[in-house]
């Protein structure tokens, strides 16, 4: 496909606007680097299913939506489909366009996406749906898919089965100490959610894997520090839980897994 095939048409959409979170914009901007050097990647096996369900790969275009430094969007190059990535804060997107340099990276949101209508075959979101305004960005979402086209959702969960990820989570979870908000919880059913509302979607399937990320103590105080809420807390906050997730895992030997169960869902756009 031609890339003005994938322009936005005169309707005022492409214009980033305020409806990026506060938080979402100060703390990925400021954590960026952190971000990149703490954060995941996401499994092969579920990488797998939503290409298969979304029909991502050759001839196919797929949109990469709030793509950050580009985590899922590498992962999607290799499929030979066509890339377009999404994402509003510049220094995400810097990474973004570091990682990856075939991809066609655009500045904008999931509620004003600077694309043409009925231009895309799949829209993938990873760990990122939870900022949206769910229903107008599930509309706009409708907009860019071709009739029949797929949306997947991912999600990488810090699987606290085990008890020093718990304990990591209740540090990191600061809003349980009634000082910061977390915008969403892990336990949000986004089938049930997003099935409540008025959107040209059908039925959320969802699947559930698991993934182990490789890592030394600075990597997970890296993953910790590029937590949006607490990128943005003042440098005294950030180095008092640093210390405090030091000390959790002083006893731990490098390198250590941290474990995750990664869910998945996908639906389709109504014909
Ligand atoms: C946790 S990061 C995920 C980044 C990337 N998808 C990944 O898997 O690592 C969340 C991203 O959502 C972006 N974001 C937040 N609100 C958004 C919105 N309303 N529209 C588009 N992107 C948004 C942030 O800028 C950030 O890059």
Redesign the pocket.
């Known amino acids: 496909m031609a890339s003005s095939d994938l322009s936005p048409g005169t309707d005022g959409h492409g214009a980033p606007d305020a409806?990026?979170?506060l938080a979402?914009?100060s703390g990925?901007s400021v954590g960026a680097g952190d971000?990149e050097r703490g954060?995941p990647s996401?499994p092969a096996d579920a990488v797998e299913l939503l290409c298969r369900e979304l029909g991502i790969g050759p001839g196919a275009t797929v949109l990469?939506?709030?793509?950050?430094?580009?985590?899922?969007?590498r992962l999607l190059v290799p499929t030979g489909a066509e890339v377009v990535a999404?994402?509003?804060?510049a220094e995400?997107r810097a990474l973004l366009e570091a990682s990856t340099p075939t991809v066609d990276v655009r500045d904008?949101?999931?509620?004003h996406l600077p694309l043409a209508g009925a231009s895309v075959d799949a829209v993938t979101?990873?760990?990122?749906f939870h900022?949206?305004?769910a229903e107008v960005?599930l509309r706009e979402i409708a907009r860019v898919l071709r009739p029949g086209g797929g949306l997947g959702l991912?999600w990488n969960e810090r699987d606290t089965r085990e008890p020093w990820v718990a304990e990591l989570s209740r540090l990191i979870r600061w809003d349980q100490r009634g000082e910061w908000q977390v915008p969403y919880t892990v336990e949000d059913d986004w089938v049930a959610r997003i099935e409540a509302l008025d959107v040209p979607f059908g039925a959320v399937s969802r699947h559930d894997t698991t993934y182990r990320q490789r890592m030394d103590v600075d990597t997970l105080v890296a993953r910790v520090l590029s937590t949006?809420y607490i990128a943005s807390q003042p440098p005294e906050a950030r180095s008092s839980l640093a210390a405090e997730v030091r000390a959790l895992v002083a006893d731990v030997a490098e390198p250590f897994d941290l474990p995750y169960v990664t869910v998945v869902y996908w639906c389709r756009r109504n014909p």
């Open positions: 409806r990026v979170m979402a914009a990925f971000y954060r996401y990469d939506l709030a793509a950050g430094t580009g985590k899922l969007t999404v994402e509003p804060v995400m904008g949101t999931a509620e979101v990873a760990q990122a900022w949206f305004d960005a991912i949006s």
